[in-house]
């Protein structure tokens, strides 16, 4: 088992900058990648970004691509995501998830399903 616990949700103003946090506990030996997807009220959970554990391959949504960049701390398997230039419609709740199935050269796993594990999520509310 892996738990993930996620940090760093609020609110702020659009244009403002904002660092989520997700710290992996657990059985992490082995970790393949770790993601963000967001969900906001009434949409379905969407792809943010994903790194990969062993190279730091980082890939984005077009959404966010340019404005937010993850990055991981292997010692203290966590993992991050700077978000600049926010805005309103960055509104929802973030997760973070943690896959440790099996590697796929090339593949970037920016879908639900390949991930095993998930946060509790934290809110992130940008106001205009």
């Known amino acids: 088992q892996v738990q993930l616990v996620e940090s760093g949700g609020g609110l702020v103003q659009a244009g403002d900058s904002l660092r989520l946090s997700c710290a992996a506990s657990?059985?992490?030996?082995?970790?393949?990648?770790m993601g963000w997807f967001r969900q906001a009220p009434g949409k379905e959970r969407e792809f943010v970004g994903t790194?990969?554990?062993?190279?730091?391959?980082?890939y984005y949504a077009d959404s966010v691509k340019g404005r937010f960049t993850i990055s991981r701390d292997t010692a203290k398997n966590t993992v991050y995501l700077q978000m600049n230039s926010l805005k309103p419609e960055d509104t929802a709740v973030y997760y973070c998830?943690?896959?440790?199935?099996?590697?796929?050269?090339?593949?970037?796993?920016?879908?639900?399903?390949?991930?095993?594990?998930w946060g509790q999520g934290t809110q992130v509310t940008v106001s205009s």
């Open positions: 657990g059985r992490t030996i082995g970790g393949v990648a």
């Open positions: 790194i990969k554990w062993s190279s730091g391959f980082t």
């Open positions: 998830a943690f896959r440790n199935s099996f590697a796929v050269p090339g593949y970037a796993y920016t879908t639900s399903r390949d991930y095993d594990y």
